[in-house]
Each structure stands twice: as C-alpha cells, then as structure tokens.
C-alpha cells in the first residue's frame, strides 16, 4: 500500500537527508519526543477510529462470505459448474488479500509506518499485487466461458478439467508477472537518528534505479490489470446482453406458440382425461425457457460482480497513476486531503472482496440456500447444522401438484421470451 506522504513532512522534524550529523540526542530527550509522536502524532484521531470500524467489518464479512462461498461450492456436486469454480478462486484471492495484507495495511494507514520488516516489506505488496492479477484474470476468464458458451456454443465447450487448468495458469502468470513489485520494494526509516530505537516512521516503499523505470512499469500496470482486461470484459457482456436481451427473430416465438396445444387441449381432443404429463415438445419449450432464465439470471451477477470490481479499484489505480507516472502528491498543499484519498481508495480494494459474496447472496438462489443452510445452527426451527426439516408429506404432494401445474402452464409464457435455440421444437 502507498504511503500518503513522508511523517517528518507534518512533524517538522529532519529527515537525515545529506545535512551534517548533529550531537547525539540524550536518551531522556529521545524518550519524551517518542512519547509526544505517539500521543499527538500516531495515536487514532476520531475519523480514523470510524476507519478502523470500516476496516474491521470488512475483515469479518469477506472472511465468513468468502470461506461460506469454497465451502457452498466444495460440499455440493451439483454446485460444481465452471462459472462456480471461477467464482471459488476468486474468493480464494480475496481470502488471502483479507487475511495477509488488510492488517498491515490498516497499521500502515493509521500509523503512516511500516512495522514489519524488511522482508515483509517485500512480501505483502507482492502478494497485494498478485491478488489484483488473480483478480483480473479470473473475472476475464469467466467472461470468455460465459460468451463462448452464450454466443458461440459450438466454437469451444468448457469442462470442469479445463477449468481446473485455467485456474492453475492464472495462479502461476499471476505469481511470475509480479515478481519486479517485491523486488522494487525496500524498507527505510524517516529519521535514522531513531532508527535503533523504534521501527516508527519507518516506510516500506519502491526504489527504482532511475525514475523512468517506475513511469513504464506503473503505466503498463494500470492498462494490463485494469484497462484493457475491463475493456475486453465490458465488450464480452454487451454482446452476451444483446443475445441474451435482444430482440428475437421476428415471428419465430408467435409461431411456436401457435402451432403448440396445452397438454389438456390435446387430451380433449383424443377424448381422453387431462393429462399431468407435458408432451415432449412442451418438455423442450420449458427447457428453453427454463434455460433463458438461469443463464440470465447468472450473467447479471457476473456483470454485477464486474461492475462492482471496476468501481472499487478505479480510485487506486489512478492515485497511483497520477503519483508514479506523474509524480504528484510529493509536495501536497492539503496533506489531510491526501492522505485521506489514500486511505479510502485502500479500504474500498478490500470491501471489494467483502462486497462478492454479499452479490452472491442476493442475485443466486443456490449460495443463498447454501448461505442459510450454513447458518442454520443459529435459527429456531431448523434441524441439524445444514439440515432443515424435512417437508411433510402432504406439503410435498402439494408442492408436486404445483409444479406439475406449473408445467403444464408453459402457454401463459410471453411471446417476449427470447429462445437461445428455438429450432429444437420447431416441427
């Protein structure tokens, strides 16, 4: 995470920056002056206690909502899809980004010091770095499952194995491709008269060679994980709206439903009863709509996902374009303004990660079950742990009755409802 601005700047106090070594310090003095940076310098102002309120649900929430998404996933087979594996790694790199780099971020923000060593100084902002890369291909990579499968389901079929292969390749691009992020970063202290006796004011930092180095490198970072996968991502979805959402061909729906008879009609027509079981082309209508349905209901989510992704790291990604490549903020005016810019564009990264699985939940019908089973134990009227009571008989046969139906209503369907293949019960 970026420091706001170096502390020795507000303080008034020197920095070591080529002046002349001064006497050294009495202990006394050294003391009283940590003890005054503590009490009026790093102690939590009122607004940052409300920071570290925000900082903390957002732990907890993507901590709970991320392990409940693995766990819906990895205990029911039926969850299994390609889509849903996607999904899983994606929590998986939120959980590692809460869990490893939201405490020191959180310390680094309140205290604006790094007190956790120079070899964790190199491994936090890489890990930072390949969660975003993890991020990023994996939502891209379930756009391009989902337009394959929507708009060209012959040209390519995904399986659970590719899949599975996918994820590992993003892991390792990720993990290879961040590699310059921990090597650039360097740990040193502010005031080095104080540096044997306290890691205050310490910063964790790049240190580039030149500075054209780090002009290059954060520019290809923002177009690489940010723009251009986000560019690509928003063209896959306009088109998976379009067939999904578009206008179908003129007449195609009307003359389906008039040459299709309710199932009664038909048994009214043999002289025979009306009939609970729908003919097989009343099976394949339904199956469609019924097909149209969850593939809509799945793109939403995802483009809700996107969205909320796309929004939640575009403050860094352009603070940290103005600062690296532009070189702003080094001499702030409104240093307050600043750091506070910082420290929201860092917290809403992580309730990106908090934000997912709270997605889930509304816009799934399959995690929301998952989510409720999970938290069964803490409910009234419910069995074991997962487990609700099971249905009586007569609630079940009248949930048969009205799915059955249910049905054999397919002729109340709109003719607005778009078919991905309607050829298929077409005489």
Request: one cysteine or more; hydrophobic letters at 45%.
């Amino acid at each position: 995470m970026e420091p706001s601005a170096t502390p020795g700047a507000q303080t008034g106090t020197p920095t070591g920056g080529g002046e002349p070594s001064p006497s050294p310090v009495p202990p006394d003095y050294e003391d009283e002056f940590l003890r005054y940076l503590w009490r009026d310098y790093l102690y939590p102002k009122q607004y940052e206690w409300v920071l570290i309120a925000a900082y903390v649900a957002v732990f907890l929430v993507a901590l709970v909502g991320n392990t409940l998404v693995c766990l819906a996933v990895w205990r029911n087979h039926h969850m299994r899809t390609v889509t849903n594996y996607f999904i899983v790694n994606l929590s998986l790199a939120d959980v590692l980004v809460t869990a490893i780099c939201l405490p020191a971020s959180l310390l680094v923000d309140i205290t604006e010091s790094w007190l956790f060593g120079h070899a964790l100084c190199k491994v936090i902002p890489y890990l930072q770095a390949v969660s975003v890369s993890v991020a990023v291909l994996t939502l891209s990579f379930i756009a391009l499952d989902r337009w394959y499968a929507i708009c060209h389901p012959l040209l390519f079929k995904s399986t659970a194995r590719r899949a599975r292969g996918s994820i590992l390749g993003i892991w390792a691009v990720s993990l290879a491709v961040m590699v310059p992020q921990a090597a650039v970063m360097e740990c040193r202290s502010v005031l080095p008269e104080l540096a044997n006796r306290t890691q205050l004011f310490s910063v964790c930092d790049e240190h580039w060679a030149d500075d054209l180095y780090p002009k290059i490198y954060h520019s290809c970072f923002f177009i690489v994980t940010y723009l251009a996968p986000l560019g690509l991502m928003a063209m896959a979805y306009f088109q998976i709206f379009r067939k999904l959402w578009g206008r179908q061909i003129p007449g195609t729906t009307s003359a389906l439903v008039r040459n299709w008879k309710r199932p009664s009609d038909q048994s009214e027509d043999q002289g025979q009863g009306p009939s609970t079981e729908p003919p097989p082309r009343a099976r394949a209508f339904l199956a469609e709509v019924k097909q149209v349905r969850a593939r809509r209901k799945t793109a939403k989510m995802l483009m809700v996902v996107l969205l909320v992704f796309a929004l939640c790291y575009l403050p860094i990604s352009v603070l940290n374009v103005l600062k690296r490549v532009f070189g702003m903020f080094r001499q702030a005016s409104d240093r307050e303004a600043v750091y506070a810019c910082f420290t929201f564009s860092h917290w809403l990264v992580y309730a990106n990660s908090a934000a997912n699985p709270i997605i889930y939940n509304f816009l799934s019908g399959k995690f929301r079950e998952q989510f409720k089973a999970a938290f069964s134990c803490c409910l009234p009227g419910l069995g074991p742990c997962g487990s609700p009571k099971a249905p009586s008989p007569r609630s079940s046969a009248s949930h048969k009755s009205f799915s059955l139906h249910s049905r054999c209503s397919v002729s109340k369907v709109p003719e607005h409802v778009v078919l991905t293949s309607v050829t298929t019960v077409l005489p």
